[in-house]
């Protein structure tokens, strides 16, 4: 089975930008979470997605969106890039383990966004 | 307040020898889920062990083991005999509410764990 994957692994912007990060999870997790990993900040959930709604939303602004396609792809956008905004966004997708009952989350390796 | 504390921002452990990682946890909720994942400098989050609230055995995945103190809110993270490759990041994440509800980790802020040779 493959893993999540994200495309695209480096990305670098300038301030006022906007940028689209891309994820698919493993075939037949229905929800895939987003992270953003800073030095300063450290982990951060942005959302969750699970069969195309948002069903959870971390303390971000409006700037940063998301939505997922029938497929369970996602997508993010962040618009009018800031600089606080060079991070690694991690894409993890997850469905429940039927023998633990455990909601495991599987990442992918990330795309990390410089913005200058 | 935070609410996942790793006290041990970085460690060095001799080669074989074993490694307890630091993780308390503060929730009001009497269900939960306590994840530890490793993050090499590679960035990918490898899912490490899992432990519930309502786990009445303490966790093991190979040479992983999960020390729950729940009155505590602790739930450390045992590396037996350490090896090179366990090298890495290692953080402790935390997830309120059942298991059907919505899934959000809340992270610590990480351990650095250097093995040396």
């Known amino acids: 089975k493959a893993g999540v994957t994200q495309t695209p692994r480096y990305l670098i912007k300038t301030r006022g930008q906007q940028v689209t990060l891309s994820c698919s999870p493993i075939?037949?997790?229905?929800?895939v979470s987003w992270y953003q990993q800073t030095p300063g900040q450290g982990l951060q959930f942005l959302f969750e997605?699970?069969?195309?709604?948002?069903?959870n939303k971390g303390n971000f602004p409006g700037r940063f969106s998301g939505r997922q396609f029938s497929n369970s792809r996602s997508e993010m956008n962040v618009s009018t890039l800031e600089l606080g905004d060079s991070a690694l966004y991690l894409c993890?997708?997850?469905?429940?383990?039927?023998?633990?009952?455990?909601?495991?989350?599987?990442f992918g390796p990330g795309t990390r966004l410089t913005v200058l | 307040a935070q609410k996942i504390t790793q006290t041990q921002p970085g460690m060095f452990v001799q080669e074989k020898e074993a490694v307890t990682l630091d993780c308390t946890y503060d929730?009001?909720?009497?269900?939960?889920?306590l994840f530890w994942y490793k993050q090499p400098s590679s960035g990918e989050m490898i899912f490490l062990i899992y432990?519930?609230?309502?786990d009445e055995q303490n966790a093991t995945e190979g040479r992983y083991s999960l020390n729950f103190q729940k009155a505590r809110k602790s739930a450390n993270l045992v590396i037996s005999a350490s090896q090179l490759g366990d090298s890495a990041m290692y953080f402790c994440?935390?997830?309120?509410?059942?298991?059907?509800?919505?899934?959000?980790?809340?992270w610590g802020a990480g351990t650095k764990l250097i093995i040396k040779p």
């Open positions: 994440a935390m997830r309120e509410g059942n298991r059907d509800s919505n899934y959000q980790l809340i």
């Open positions: 929730t009001s909720d009497q269900s939960y889920g």
């Open positions: 432990q519930g609230s309502y």
């Open positions: 997605y699970f069969s195309e709604t948002q069903r």
């Open positions: 993890a997708s997850s469905s429940r383990q039927r023998e633990t009952g455990v909601n495991e989350q599987f």
């Open positions: 075939s037949g997790h229905r929800s």
